[in-house]
């Protein structure tokens, strides 16, 4: 088994070097659009993994901050230039709709 940590660029290697030792990613952003996995509940093929940073759950994320701190006025998204948020559009796009609420 090979265990790829730290973002994208590992995981991507060893999908690269190999199909048929297991692979195992930590710290994917969003491994169905780095094309590591087909889909987050088949992964299909030797990669699998986790995710701590799973797009979908950008807008509850949102919506629980609100409820949590209702008088909240902004919200800041920090990013790293190297390694974008992947949904970043989609955090804007959920912040836009909770905030029209």
Do not use: H, W, Y
Not at 25 to 54: I, Y
Not at 82 to 96: F, K, M, R, T, Y
Request: glycine share 10%.
């Amino acid at each position: 088994m090979i265990v790829a940590s730290g973002g994208n660029a590992p995981a991507l290697a060893a999908k690269a070097a190999t199909t048929t030792i297991p692979i195992v990613f930590t710290g994917v952003s969003s491994p169905v659009e780095a094309g590591l996995v087909a889909s987050m509940s088949r992964p299909a093929g030797n990669v699998t993994g986790f995710s701590q940073f799973n797009s979908a759950l950008n807008a509850k994320r949102l919506e629980l901050l609100r409820e949590l701190m209702p008088g909240i006025g902004m919200v800041g998204l920090l990013t790293n230039p190297v390694n974008p948020v992947p949904d970043a559009d989609g955090v804007l796009a959920a912040a836009e709709v909770l905030s029209q609420l």
